[in-house]
């Protein structure tokens, strides 16, 4: 699965269009938990927005298996795949 999930970041990464910031953010969580586990950062100040929204699109994932969140993050790029590669 690493070697999936490994591929779909490399090619999500290679989009030829930007994705939207709501799915930007989907991708962002899923790939820290995939990569880190649970968050583990200080909730950033209301001052940091985009600090904060990755903060929280991370925390979404929290208690999600490292395994879970690479293959959400597989499915995740397949769904967006056809719009943006």
């Given at each position: 699965?690493?070697?999936?999930?490994?591929?779909?970041?490399?090619?999500?990464?290679?989009?030829t269009?930007?994705?939207t910031?709501?799915?930007?953010?989907?991708?962002?969580?899923?790939?820290?938990?995939?990569?880190?586990?649970?968050?583990?950062?200080?909730?950033?100040?209301?001052?940091d927005?985009?600090a904060?929204a990755?903060?929280?699109?991370?925390?979404?994932h929290?208690?999600?298996?490292?395994?879970?969140?690479?293959?959400?993050?597989?499915?995740?790029?397949?769904?967006?795949?056809?719009?943006?590669?």
């Amino acid at each position: 699965m690493s070697f999936q999930f490994n591929t779909a970041c490399e090619k999500a990464k290679a989009f030829t269009k930007k994705p939207t910031n709501d799915e930007f953010l989907e991708f962002y969580g899923l790939y820290k938990q995939a990569t880190v586990g649970d968050c583990n950062i200080a909730k950033p100040g209301v001052t940091d927005v985009v600090a904060k929204a990755k903060y929280e699109a991370w925390n979404r994932h929290k208690g999600m298996s490292q395994d879970a969140a690479k293959q959400a993050y597989i499915a995740t790029y397949q769904k967006y795949a056809p719009k943006y590669a």
